[in-house]
């Protein structure tokens, strides 16, 4: 068969090179002119920093095949996330541990006892947590809700932390040991080159076409068996009955020299302070050695019709929007729907990979018992 991925990242390159494997004739296509989607990774000619153009990418998961996937195309070097947070004048370690919770109230107590007093902050009339402030203020109390939550998840979601389903937050994250990495996760790395290199290795095959700074053309659907589209679900219809609603972000890059801020990440809890974090990407690469430093200061905001979409929002509105879109979409022939944009959910790069696998393998297996492709591998609702 004739497979067209639109788009080059995660999902069209481990779908594609599955299909390529099992011998399809498969093309890529992608509006940008690189392949890897958000996780593209470039030298900087001026420091020769590695930078994570659209923001920082760090690879975790406790998928071992999803590991060992990756790690046939590229050498995945040792890496912690370790994020810090200033907020109230003072920096912290986050996510919330238990050296954080002894220096922001200024106490030395064991876990037990840290247990013990968190919960006595913690606001227990709250039984059935519905909002994000609610789970926020049933887990940790308004003290540390109000330092190291509410002001960044309004400057990140743009709204009141009222308005936010509880499970945003999921389980907050809270620990009552001294451990600050970031991720529970086996396996976590950053790969040694960028993750751009990996992502054009997966897509090095002789089944493969590759065309970049190509949009997708209505036109291309004659020329192929099926379409497996990672852009935007709305997109595909051309956003005939309105636009689902993403967060973006706006980077202020900055140089310097030497070391800027001494960690990867610094969040800025405060509200008054406008961007929620500062990178410095040298620091994603610590076996790497350079004397100047990129920064990016990161704003987030809605997302307009030029903008690159983010972070899917999920609310009431969009639900039912997405809805109506599905119901479309399964009343497609030949086309796919796949990744972040194409389910309208936000995935971590290890699911996205596990997606695609597991998408190829629904491919192989339908063609295999003559059965139609189908229309989600993952059901977006």
């Known amino acids: 068969m004739k497979f ?15 299909m390529a494997e099992a011998g399809h004739d498969v093309t890529v296509i992608d509006s940008r002119d690189h392949v890897a989607g958000n996780c593209h990774t470039e030298r900087d000619p001026e420091t020769g920093v590695m930078v994570h153009v659209y923001g920082p990418h760090i690879f975790h998961t406790d998928d071992e095949a999803v590991w060992n996937y990756v790690n046939a195309f590229t050498t995945f070097m040792p890496y912690k996330n370790r994020v810090k ?12 541990n238990l050296h954080t919770i002894n220096q922001f109230f200024g106490k030395t107590m064991r876990p037990d006892e840290a247990r013990a007093f968190i919960e006595e902050q913690a606001d227990t009339s709250i039984t059935d947590p519905q909002t994000f402030e609610e789970q926020a203020l049933r887990f940790v109390g308004p003290d540390l809700y109000e330092a190291f939550f509410k002001g960044y998840t309004e400057k ?9 389903p509880a499970s945003i937050l999921k389980r907050l994250p809270v620990r009552f040991n001294y451990d600050d990495n970031y991720f529970f996760h086996r396996f976590q790395g950053m790969p040694e080159h960028g993750y751009t290199p990996m992502v054009e290795a997966i897509l090095d095959h002789p089944g493969i076409t590759v065309s970049l700074s190509t949009p997708f053309d209505p036109g291309m659907k004659a020329e192929q068996d099926h379409i497996v589209w990672s852009g935007p ?25 030497g070391d800027w801020q001494g960690c990867a990440v610094m969040n800025y809890g405060d509200r008054d302070v406008p961007f929620t974090r500062i990178t410095e990407h040298k620091h994603f690469s610590p076996w790497e050695s350079h004397e100047g430093s990129v920064l990016y200061r990161e704003f987030s905001r809605a997302c307009g019709p030029d903008d690159i979409p983010y972070y899917p929002i999920r609310m009431v509105d969009e ?12 009343g497609e022939d030949g086309v796919t729907f796949v990744g ?5 959910r936000y995935l971590d790069m290890d699911v ?8 190829a393998q629904a491919f192989l297996t339908a063609l295999e018992r003559q059965s139609a492709l189908p229309v989600f591998a993952k059901p977006p609702l």
Request: some cysteine; charged content about 20%; overall charge negative.
């Open 4 to 18: 067209l991925m639109v788009g080059a990242g995660l999902s069209g390159a481990v779908i594609g090179r599955r």
């Open 85 to 96: 947070s200033t907020t109230q004048g003072q920096v912290f370690s986050l996510p919330v």
């Open 156 to 164: 990140q979601w743009g709204c009141s932390p009222t308005e936010l």
């Open 233 to 257: 679900l709305d997109g595909y219809f051309d956003y005939d009955i309105g636009r689902l609603g993403y967060r973006t972000l706006d980077f202020e890059r900055f140089t310097a020299s």
């Open 319 to 330: 639900k039912a929007l997405l809805a109506d879109y599905v119901a479309r979409a399964e």
């Open 340 to 344: 972040r944009l194409g389910t309208y």
């Open 352 to 359: 996205t990979i596990r997606e695609a696998m597991d998408t």
